[in-house]
Structure formats: structure tokens, C-alpha cells
């Protein structure tokens, strides 16, 4: 077997592009201090920033110490510093700097690890004991999701680029110096490094580093056309909430704050969410994404009428109460879709914002019946197939890796392979006929990711799944009795251009019952938004929720990504 390589990177000019020299330089030209006077006293053998970096003592014991030093530094050159001078403004800068976390770093460690490279960041630290609000818990917490092993100067009592922080860190990752690269914006430690055996390069260009990553990994570069951070099912926190007997919901959860209700749809799981969770987390949110009701490890009989939108409804206010969630953000993609917006409208005072991605609100219309409306839309064709219990099933359980290869399909994919008609499904008998037997994965799912829908599905197959699309007259008679008013809370409806059934122009309209609409439209996107467009996905996504909060004063602004 292979031995593990290690990629190592200095946390101050590449995971942040700052440094702290450059950021004494930028408050030396503001405040008309000489060039370099910043740097030479916080360089100073025995500084307070040097004792504080190496654990010595904490911030707000740091920051009286230094001011007294640049006091003695300005009486020993002669200069004035000026009347409205403070390292508490040079500690905000740093501050500022180090919540700037560059993405494309972030992206090529979670592919290193991905891959079963070892990685670490080795930062320049102080144990912050003074911070308003938790940006630095924040910090090391996006870190540490991201690195396998997140080494801080404070902690340790070595700085960079000192040699034994080099030796704990492999050390720590449990490999020699010849198998690990070491990435600096600083020649000393790069020359450092070098000394120790590492194989060292020098950043100049980010771009260009992570080429020469590549390289000695072999692993592909991340560029800016790479997906965003993903997570796998043994990277998150798992939890199980039983509603009733019988009854179980599975969840994944990350991040800390406003609590944000993910709901998939048809045929999913919470895992659809791969791209998002890691980002709204680190957006400042509590995300919970559900494995929707009879999906996945969320247990439920298979009796039709458990799954019509009332009780789905009583299901998820019952998963919040246990939860004491008294009220959530939802968004909601496909059946997910329908289920968010069923929520807002007849359970408003449980939801504090929703959105949508790709189901618009299809308002009740108590005089027509809900089977004549779908035959009335012929891409609507493959919900009338699904009506009969068995007979969808028995064609979806077929073969579970070629009906997932035959759903999942990126806008991308279209020209490569045989498309899927939603339309004249009944007539034909059944949704995959006429298609080949062999189809080709879509480029937006890996094996992996093929695999894990698939054992999603293996135990149970199709059956409470497909009860969703069988409860249209239920849904529509309950929907008729209650009270149909404007949704007043904020709202977001996000459509995609590519998509085939859930055409844009459905979404027509919304306006007039949803005063408060924002809207996002992602051109070259198919159905499957969150895995097709998962980087639009999650600007649209986080832009809206940090607005919404933000006037609501619930959300604490974490690390930009």
C-alpha cells in the first residue's frame, strides 16, 4: 500500500490571503507611522504578540502589553503616534482578515481528504478571549470540518515557522517530512520547510500553487468551476426523532443559528443536500436536512393515506416540537417543494421564511378536480402512472442503478444521452420504456454518490415514496376547507431554465399571493438544482436567508467562504 502524502499550508497568505504583515502596513500608511514600525515590534524576541501567539497569555492581556511597546517604540524613534491610535484597531484588522477564508482552499482540502491525502493548516494564533460574538469559535470550527488536522501556535507553543511546529504537525498526521508538501506566502518558511525535509512551494499565485498541488498529489486541481464543499454521510451528525409509533424521522444536522429545514424530493434523499449543508452551516445557520417521510432511514408504513399533505404537515410540526424548534426557514426542492409551500400556508405561524427551488405554489382551485388538472398538462402524464400501487414500483426496483442513472441527469448531460419523457407515460406503459438498457452516469453524480441512492432504496424499494403522488384528491379536499389567504412571510422561489417538468412559467404569477417574493432563476439548469447548480444554488440560497435574518437581527455572521 501506498504511503499517505500530507499537504500542509500556512493559515496567514493562504488559507486568508492576508498577512499580518501587509495588514501593519496598510495601518502604518493610514495613521502616518513609519514604514515597518508595526512589523519590528510585534517581530521583537519576547513581544506581547510573540508571547501571545505561543500561548503565553491571552488576548486581552496581549493588547495592553503591545500598546505599551509601540509607546516605547514611538519614544525610541522619535515619532508621534497619533491621538486616536489603538491596537484594539490593529487586533480588529486581523480580525477582519482572518474570517476571509479563502474558498478555493477549502475546496482542494476537502478533495485532498476526499481522495485520502492527509491535510493540515498551521496558523499563527491567539487564544481570543475578547471577541465580540463567535467569529473565532466560527473560524476554527470551518477549519476544522475542512482539515484533518488544524494546528494553532497558541495551542502548541511554537509558531510558524519554527521548526517543531513542523515536526508536531507530522507528528500529528502520522507521516515523515519526504511525504509531505508545504505551501507558504513567506520565503522563510518556505526555506524552513525545505530545511526539514518537506517539499515546499512558494505562493505567489494561488491558482498556480494548487496546480503544483496537484502535481504531487495527483490529484486533480480545484479551479473555479468546481463544485462547491460537499459532505458524505460519515462526515455529519446523524439524528432520529420518533414522531409516533412507527414513525421515525432521520435528519442531518451542521452549523449553529437560525434553525433552516431542508426537504427533498422525488426520488432523493437528505444527501441531495450535499452541496448546501456545508455552506449554509458556514453561513451562520442550523441546518437540519430531513430524510423526507418513507425515505431513507425515516420510517413509516406504507398505508397511502400517511402520506397525504395534512398529516406530512402534523409529521414535520411534531419533528419541530420534539426538536423545540418553534419556528424554521424552509426550503424546499420537487415534493419537498410542495410540502414547504402546503406549510406556509396553512401553518404560517410555525414558519418564519420559505423557499423554494424549482416547485412553485400551485394555488387550490376548488372548482376543478385535481386528476382533470393533470390530465390537462401532459408532462403531468407520469403522476397518473403513479397512481396504481405496484405498477410504478415494479418498474423502478427493476434494476435500482439504472433507474437512478435514468432520473439524475445534469443539463450538461442532455446531448450525451437518451432523454427521459415525462409525457405519454400511461400510453406507452411505463416511464422507462424505450429507453436502453445500459445508461450512462450522469457527470453530476459519482460513484459513490450513485451507490448511496442506491442502498437508500435497496431494503424497502419505492412504495411509500410513490404514496405522495397518491393522495392528489385527499390533498385537494382538505386544501379546499381551510382558509386560503396571501403568504405574508418573506419568500423564495428559484426556478431553472433546463427544467422539464417544473417549467419556469408554472411559477407565473406567485406575485399576487406572495407579496413578499424574492425570486432566483438559474438559465442552464435542470430539475436536479442542488446537484446540477450547486455553487448558483447556494448564492442564491445564502444571499436570501442572510438578508431575510439579517433584518430580523437572528443571524451572527460567520467566515466568508
Request: hydrophobic share 40%; glycine share 6%.
Amino acid at each position: 500500500m501506498a504511503e499517505r502524502k500530507a499537504v500542509l499550508i500556512n493559515f496567514w497568505g493562504v488559507a486568508v490571503s492576508s498577512r499580518p504583515d501587509a495588514i501593519f502596513h496598510k495601518l502604518e500608511q493610514l495613521h502616518k507611522l513609519p514604514s515597518g514600525f508595526l512589523s519590528s515590534v510585534a517581530s521583537q524576541k519576547g513581544s506581547a504578540m510573540n508571547r501571545a501567539e505561543t500561548g503565553q497569555v491571552t488576548l486581552s492581556q496581549m493588547i495592553p502589553a503591545f500598546e505599551e511597546e509601540c509607546v516605547k517604540e514611538a519614544q525610541a524613534r522619535a515619532v508621534t503616534l497619533p491621538s486616536d491610535w489603538s491596537v484594539r484597531d490593529v487586533m480588529q484588522e486581523l480580525r477582519a482578515a482572518m474570517t476571509d477564508v479563502q474558498s478555493a482552499v477549502l475546496k482542494t482540502a476537502a478533495t485532498l481528504r476526499h481522495n485520502g491525502l492527509l491535510t493540515a493548516v498551521l496558523a499563527n494564533h491567539w487564544i481570543d478571549d475578547c471577541a465580540p460574538g463567535d467569529g473565532p469559535a466560527h473560524l476554527v470550527s470551518l477549519l476544522s470540518n475542512h482539515f484533518d488536522l488544524v494546528l494553532q501556535s497558541c495551542r502548541s507553543g511554537h509558531r510558524v515557522p519554527e521548526p517543531t511546529m513542523f515536526s508536531s504537525a507530522l507528528q500529528h498526521l502520522g507521516v515523515t517530512s519526504q511525504q509531505a508538501l508545504w505551501l507558504d506566502a513567506d520565503e522563510e518558511g518556505v526555506k524552513v520547510a525545505e530545511g526539514e525535509g518537506m517539499k515546499a512551494i512558494l505562493v505567489e499565485k494561488l491558482d498556480d500553487a494548487l496546480e503544483e498541488v496537484a502535481n504531487f498529489t495527483g490529484v486533480q486541481a480545484v479551479t473555479a468551476e468546481s463544485p462547491p464543499v460537499s459532505c458524505s454521510p460519515d462526515e455529519v451528525s446523524h439524528g432520529y426523532v420518533t414522531i409516533r409509533p412507527g414513525v421515525r424521522t432521520h435528519y442531518v444536522e451542521m452549523g449553529s443559528g437560525p434553525p433552516v429545514l431542508l426537504c427533498h424530493g422525488f426520488p432523493e434523499s437528505w444527501y441531495s443536500w450535499r452541496y448546501q449543508i456545508p455552506a449554509v452551516a458556514a453561513a451562520g445557520f442550523r441546518v437540519l436536512a430531513l430524510d423526507m417521510k418513507g425515505y431513507g432511514e425515516s420510517t413509516a408504513p406504507p398505508d397511502i393515506e400517511e402520506y397525504s399533505q395534512e398529516q406530512l404537515c402534523k409529521d414535520l410540526i411534531t419533528f419541530m416540537d420534539k426538536m423545540s424548534i418553534p419556528q424554521v426557514t424552509l426550503v424546499g426542492h420537487d415534493w419537498g417543494g410542495v410540502l414547504v409551500w402546503t406549510m406556509a400556508q396553512y401553518f404560517p405561524e410555525r414558519v418564519r421564511a420559505v423557499s423554494s427551488l424549482n416547485t412553485p405554489l400551485f394555488p387550490v382551485d376548488p372548482s376543478v378536480d385535481p386528476a382533470e388538472k393533470m390530465k390537462s398538462i401532459p408532462i403531468f402524464d407520469y403522476q397518473l402512472y403513479f397512481q396504481k400501487p405496484g405498477v410504478a414500483e415494479a418498474e423502478l426496483e427493476k434494476d435500482l442503478e439504472r433507474t437512478f442513472k435514468i432520473f439524475f441527469f445534469s443539463s450538461s448531460d442532455k446531448v450525451k444521452r437518451p432523454s427521459i419523457s415525462t409525457a405519454g407515460v400511461c400510453a406507452r406503459g411505463g416511464l422507462f420504456v424505450g429507453l436502453p438498457e445500459q445508461i450512462p452516469r450522469s457527470s453530476m453524480l459519482s460513484e459513490a454518490d450513485l451507490q448511496y441512492y442506491v442502498s437508500q432504496y435497496k431494503e424497502r424499494g419505492f412504495r411509500r415514496q410513490l404514496n405522495w403522488y397518491r393522495n392528489s384528491e385527499t390533498n385537494w379536499k382538505w386544501m379546499c376547507s381551510r382558509p386560503r389567504g396571501k403568504l405574508l412571510m418573506p419568500a423564495l422561489m428559484v426556478t431553472a431554465g433546463k427544467d422539464q417538468v417544473l417549467l419556469p412559467v408554472f411559477s407565473k404569477g406567485m406575485e399576487d399571493l406572495i407579496p413578499n417574493l424574492s425570486r432566483g432563476h438559474i438559465e442552464e439548469c435542470g430539475h436536479w438544482t442542488q446537484m446540477d447548480k450547486p455553487a448558483e444554488t447556494n448564492s442564491i440560497l445564502i444571499s436570501w436567508l442572510q438578508q431575510v435574518h439579517q433584518k430580523a437581527g437572528g443571524v451572527t455572521m460567520a467566515p466568508k467562504l
